[in-house]
């Protein structure tokens, strides 16, 4: 099972948890088990876009473009077409 199709059930589970006929040490036990798993997964999958990410030196999403700069702004002089 692929990492975002774990998160993808085990939120499911969390939500399914409350639902369940489990008494209330057993859910809340499980609902901490869960999103510990959720956060550690999530953790994993940043780790690889970050990974990713380096590897796209040239991409960086704050870096300013390159183009020509828009040209300034002129007022409309009477007359002039």
Known sequence: ???EMSVI???LLV???PLSGFP?????????VFGIAIAVIGFLLRGEVLARGSKKSDSHPFVESSAAPAPAYHEHEEGAE
């Open 9 to 11: 059930v085990l939120g």
């Open 15 to 17: 939500a399914l948890v």
């Open 1 to 3: 099972m692929s990492k």
């Open 24 to 32: 209330e040490s057993g859910r809340t036990a499980l609902i901490a």
